[in-house]
């Protein structure tokens, strides 16, 4: 979920075990979200991304889920490993920038949960 | 390798100095972004750039300028208006997909600090 003041939200999981990250977004209008991974002293990463007419999009060993009638997204990591530890976070499209006709959109992301992952 | 290259990786300013952070891209994307990251926030939008020669504000864009001279480059100035520089500075670009859906690729940032 989004943080309060300056405190991540965290999640502490056992190597092996499945971790569930969960996201609210803002805009019942926003159509593409994308999830993220930050390792430390490091620029994101992109882990994996899904459009608002799907609800379920499966990648390697991660899979997302989308519930728009509660405007909200979980990233499950499965058999997650020490190699996993990073902050992750969520964006969302919420509409073009600018005078782009709509071909650039502008991303807004939460403010991350850290993962901590204990051998 | 493609990716996106920002340097330097740690940046130091002096009260009154303008720094500029450098940001190049081979992946042959036309969009590239500027964010700012403070500690327990999201990524905030500095500047955007759609294509070259062409450059946008985002959200918090007083105390910082941008140019896009290049397709490959976007380097974000740093000026002494911003009076709370500290950050950590994140590029991103973007190919261009159907109806904008495609991700934004990071480099690996700039950690600025005030001496």
């Known amino acids: 979920g989004e943080s309060v003041g300056l405190h991540l939200p965290t999640l502490s999981v056992q190597e092996g075990d499945n971790s569930i990250i969960n996201c609210a977004y803002s805009?019942?209008?926003?159509?593409?979200f994308i999830w993220y991974k930050q390792e430390s002293g490091k620029g994101p990463q992109f882990i994996i991304d899904i459009r608002s007419n799907m609800d379920k999009r499966q990648g390697q060993r991660v899979t997302v889920l989308l519930n728009k009638t509660v405007k909200h997204l979980s990233l499950q990591i499965a058999a997650t490993q020490p190699g996993d530890s990073a902050v992750y976070f969520c964006?969302?499209?919420?509409?073009?920038?600018?005078?782009?006709?709509?071909?650039?959109?502008?991303?807004?992301f939460g403010k991350g949960t850290l993962l901590t992952v204990n051998p | 390798d493609g990716g996106i290259t920002q340097s330097p990786k740690y940046l130091f300013r002096k009260e009154g100095q303008n720094v500029t952070l450098s940001c190049e891209q081979n992946l042959n994307h036309d969009a590239m972004y500027w964010y700012r990251q403070d500690p327990g926030q999201g990524l905030r939008l500095i500047y955007y750039?759609?294509?070259?020669?062409?450059?946008q504000k985002g959200d918090i864009a007083e105390g910082y300028s941008v140019s896009r001279e290049k397709k490959e480059s976007f380097p974000l100035t740093v000026t002494s208006a911003q009076k709370n520089p500290t950050a950590f500075y994140l590029c991103a670009s973007r190919g261009q997909g159907a109806r904008g859906n495609q991700p934004q690729h990071f480099g690996d940032g700039t950690r600025l600090s005030i001496l």
């Open positions: 805009n019942s209008a926003s159509d593409y």
């Open positions: 964006a969302e499209n919420m509409g073009a920038l600018g005078n782009s006709g709509g071909s650039n959109y502008k991303l807004t």
């Open positions: 750039s759609q294509i070259v020669n062409d450059f």
